[in-house]
């Protein structure tokens, strides 16, 4: 029993750093209604810029270098949109799907020009786990589960408790409306990117504490988020944070009857069940961020 308990740690811990990726994703389909793919080199992004603040000549720590990285991502994210996106908001959806690929094959490749395609890490040292309960969790998994859950919070805060959260949630009912109602389409637009941006740098970052960094680690992780999406229902915020949730639970107790390195395979099985049988998600809805 214990053994199947600390699966399921360990799948909580996984899926709230999933819960991360998929919200952003979520956000931008909810107000501008396409799935962006270049939404996954964010998160290899802020994981390599942390990278980066780390080392010469800045020699920041980690907690410290992750500042700076989630900053410039959210720089990166608002020039995708004013770009490349918001250009072609106007035309056919397919354009913009295909920009999206297109991006993500540039902002990938740029990973490997600038840090090449070798296994990096931060450099932390393996430590013990701290028994509890007979669960066994290192102290960077506790940083992780910790550093999510503050995230999440505050992401709760800014959408029920906020003016911005208001015209975030108006916007993506009816984005014609809401312009009536005198919302700017602009500040909505310019917070959606920021916020998806920060917290898919946010996971990328928690992410590679506990792993390692390479260049594929964006779309790996996207298709993880793209599938947390399509469970909780796209455009829904608070279905694409339980989806990572389930994504990573699901992930991690299937080690106990496959081998790991198919647990991947989890992601895709939802994908294709989720299209072919409930397209719009457990708690889909018209709207979207809610």
């Keep these: 029993m214990e053994y199947y308990a600390q699966l399921l740690l360990n799948g909580i811990i996984a899926g709230s750093i999933y819960a991360l990726f998929a919200v952003g994703l979520t956000m931008v389909y ?3 209604r396409f799935i962006n793919f270049a939404h996954g080199e964010l998160i290899a992004w802020g994981a390599y810029l942390a990278l980066f603040f780390t080392r010469s000549p800045f020699y920041l720590p980690i907690y410290f270098a992750a500042l700076p990285a989630l900053l410039i991502t959210a720089l990166i994210g608002l020039a995708q949109d004013r770009f490349v996106f918001e250009p072609l908001r106007h035309g056919n959806r397919i354009t913009l799907l295909i920009a999206s690929i297109g991006l993500s094959y540039f902002l990938r490749n740029a990973i490997r020009l600038i840090w090449g395609s070798d296994l990096q890490t931060y450099g932390f040292m393996p430590t013990r786990g701290i028994d509890l309960a007979g669960l066994s ?3 960077a998994q506790i940083t992780m ?6 995230f999440l919070g505050i992401l709760y805060i800014i959408l029920a408790h906020t003016m911005l959260g208001k015209s975030l949630r108006a916007v993506a009912d009816n984005m ?3 312009q009536i109602m005198g919302i700017t389409i602009k500040k909505v637009s310019l917070a959606v990117w920021v916020l998806a ?13 506990d792993t390692n960094l390479e260049p594929m680690m964006g779309l790996t992780n996207l298709l993880k988020a793209f599938a947390a999406v399509l469970l909780g ?6 279905g694409a ?3 990572g949730l389930i994504i990573g639970v699901a992930e991690n107790l299937s080690v106990a009857f496959i081998s790991p390195g198919y647990k991947d395979f989890i992601s ?13 998600g457990i708690f889909g809805i018209l709207g979207g961020v809610r």
């Excluded at 589960?145 to 503050?150: E, H, K, S, T, V």
């Excluded at 941006?197 to 504490?209: E, H, I, P, R």
């Excluded at 229902?233 to 608070?238: E, I, L, R």
């Excluded at 099985?269 to 397209?279: D, E, G, K, Q, V």
Aim: positive net charge.
């Design 241 to 243: 944070l339980l989806g």
């Design 145 to 150: 589960m910790a550093a999510a859950i503050l």
């Design 197 to 209: 941006s920060f917290f898919s740098a946010v996971g990328g970052v928690l992410l590679a504490v």
């Design 176 to 178: 014609t409306l809401a």
């Design 137 to 139: 969790i290192t102290s």
């Design 233 to 238: 229902g796209a455009g829904n915020v608070w």
């Design 268 to 280: 895709f099985a939802l994908i294709i069940l989720m299209l072919l049988f409930r397209p719009k």
């Design 30 to 32: 909810g107000v501008f």
